[in-house]
Every structure is written in structure tokens, then in C-alpha cells.
């Protein structure tokens, strides 16, 4: 399978919470990403986490990471229309971590 | 703007065509990448270069050549390219290779007949 995977679209009510979910592979992956993609530009690193930590808040965005089972969730809290975007989870890989796998992106839609 | 760009933004070319894509970064970062992004795929790394030097080649075929001659600029030669090779290919650069955050450019969103 891949290795990483996640779900290809989401559609939540504006004002109400997302959670994009994330599975990967590599248990010894030491870092955990998420990026945004707006239409028309390249992606941008939203957030990330270190595999020894559970959970981590920034505004409206918190990252939950289950190592146990290779889970990862980004919760995007009152969800605006300027959300909509792709959200692409990546892991590190390699001995330094020099490369980055990436996710297929899930696509986030916002319903009025 | 995120200090990568690329050009041209939009590339129509036949399959017996060679053309370039161009990317340049403006943050002073010593690594710079080539990915492609396929519609319902994973963003596909496709080369990596550190200090100029290549050090990742992730099985590409060889109609893809790129060139780095410094740590500012990447090209991505393209020749003889299949309709399959339609995609968004995307830059980024990094400080040094590694955990860095990477810097994406917008893409070059190419088309081949």
C-alpha cells in the first residue's frame, strides 16, 4: 500500500469543525507534516509535529498524532471558506529524515 | 508568495517537443526539489539536488534531465515525453536537505499531446 493515505475529499458546514485524517507507514518517521494547497499555488507547511509528541494547538488548527497506530489528524476549528484547499499529510523518512513522503491531499469543501 | 517561481506556469507540448521548466528561489536556501502532482496521487518526489549536487533521483525516466548550476536555479529539461507525463511538477527549496520546512513555487501545470 501507500505510504501515506488519506481520504480524497471533505465537505463540513462553514462554522463547524474538520478533521482531516491521516495513516502512514513508517513507525520511525520523526517528523509529521501538514501542508495546504490553494488553487492555482504550490503547498505550504501549515504545521507539523515530532513523533514523540501527541498532540499540538495552533489557533484553529490542532494536530493529534497516535503513533501506536500510525494515525494523524489535523482539526480545523470554525471552518471558513478561505479553508477550502487541499490538505496534504507527509512524513519524514531516511536516515537524517532528508525526504518527505507525501499524501494524495484531501480535498476540503465548504458548505454555507 | 513563498520566494520559489516557476515558469512558465502553463506548458502545452507535443510528444516529440523538447522544452524547460524553470525554477528559481530567492531565500538564500542551499537544497531545491522537483515533484510531480498527478490528479488522486501522491505528490511524487522526483529529484533532489543539495549544495548543486544531486542526491536524490527517485527512478525517474531519463526524458526527464535536470540541471542545478547553482544553488538558486533548477531547470527540468523535458524530451520526448508521453501523454502520462501530464501533471503539475512543483519546486520547492529548503535551507539545507533534510527537516527543514520546504517552500513550494506555484507549479508548472504541463500538457502533453
Known amino acids: 500500500g501507500e505510504d501515506v493515505e488519506q481520504s480524497l475529499f471533505l465537505s463540513v458546514r462553514e462554522g463547524d469543525s474538520s478533521v482531516i485524517n491521516c495513516t502512514y507507514t513508517d513507525s520511525s518517521s520523526t517528523y509529521l507534516y501538514w501542508y495546504k494547497q490553494e488553487p492555482g499555488a504550490g503547498l505550504q507547511l501549515l504545521t507539523y509535529i515530532f513523533s514523540n509528541m501527541d498532540m499540538k494547538q495552533d489557533q484553529r488548527l490542532t494536530v493529534l498524532l497516535n503513533k501506536k497506530d500510525k494515525h494523524l489528524s489535523l482539526r480545523i476549528a470554525d471552518t471558513q471558506t478561505g479553508d477550502s484547499a487541499i490538505y496534504f499529510c507527509a512524513e519524514s523518512k531516511g536516515s537524517s529524515a532528508s525526504k518527505i513522503i507525501f499524501g494524495s491531499g484531501t480535498r476540503l469543501s465548504i458548505r454555507p | 508568495e513563498t520566494g520559489v517561481t516557476q515558469t512558465p506556469r502553463h506548458l502545452v507540448m507535443g510528444m516529440t517537443n523538447k522544452k524547460s521548466l524553470k525554477c528559481e528561489q530567492h531565500?538564500?536556501?542551499?537544497?531545491m526539489y522537483w515533484y510531480k502532482q498527478s490528479a488522486k496521487k501522491p505528490l511524487e518526489l522526483m529529484f533532489v539536488?543539495?549544495?548543486?549536487?544531486?542526491?536524490e533521483n527517485n527512478s525517474v525516466p531519463s526524458r526527464f534531465s535536470p540541471e542545478c548550476p547553482n544553488s538558486s536555479h533548477l531547470f527540468l529539461h523535458l524530451h520526448t515525453l508521453q501523454p502520462e507525463d501530464s501533471a503539475l511538477y512543483l519546486c520547492?527549496?529548503?535551507?539545507?536537505?533534510?527537516?527543514?520546512?520546504?517552500?513550494f513555487g506555484p507549479g508548472t501545470r504541463l500538457t502533453v499531446l
Open positions: 531565500l538564500g536556501h542551499n537544497a
Open positions: 539536488y543539495n549544495f548543486k549536487e544531486q542526491t
Open positions: 520547492a527549496s529548503s535551507q539545507d536537505r533534510g527537516l527543514q520546512e520546504q517552500f
